[in-house]
Nanobody, 119 residues
């Protein structure tokens, strides 16, 4: 079982920055694929960024060049640095962890943190 606790959301003006953090429990963090998802009102949850256990990163096109995902395995924490924020980035952001048991995948989710970008 993996428990995830997010922090760092809030209200920011367009063009500003925020850094989200997600702390994970357990001793298997380094083997997890970590990601950030977001869900805006009336929209489906979408993957924003992910980082594999080997450090490979992936971003949705809309945040490429503005957001950076990183992980600190010593602290069991994944971060999402968000720069040049836009009103359309407003959403609840969720931390996600993926653990593989052979070919079986288990997903774990944080409680979500609200990010609001004002114009």
């Amino acid at each position: 079982q993996v428990q995830l606790v997010e922090s760092g959301g809030g209200l920011v003006q367009a063009g500003g920055s925020l850094r989200l953090s997600c702390a994970a429990s357990g001793s298997i963090f380094s083997s997890l694929v970590m990601g950030w998802f977001r869900q805006a009102p009336g929209k489906q949850r979408e993957l924003v960024a992910s980082v594999t256990s080997g450090g490979l990163m992936n971003y949705v096109d809309s945040v490429q060049g503005r957001f950076t995902i990183s992980r600190d395995n010593a602290k069991n924490t994944v971060y999402l640095q968000m720069n040049s924020l836009k009103p359309e980035d407003t959403a609840v952001y969720y931390c996600n962890a993926v653990r593989w048991y052979g070919t079986r995948r288990s997903d774990y989710w944080g409680q979500g943190t609200q990010v609001t970008v004002s114009s």
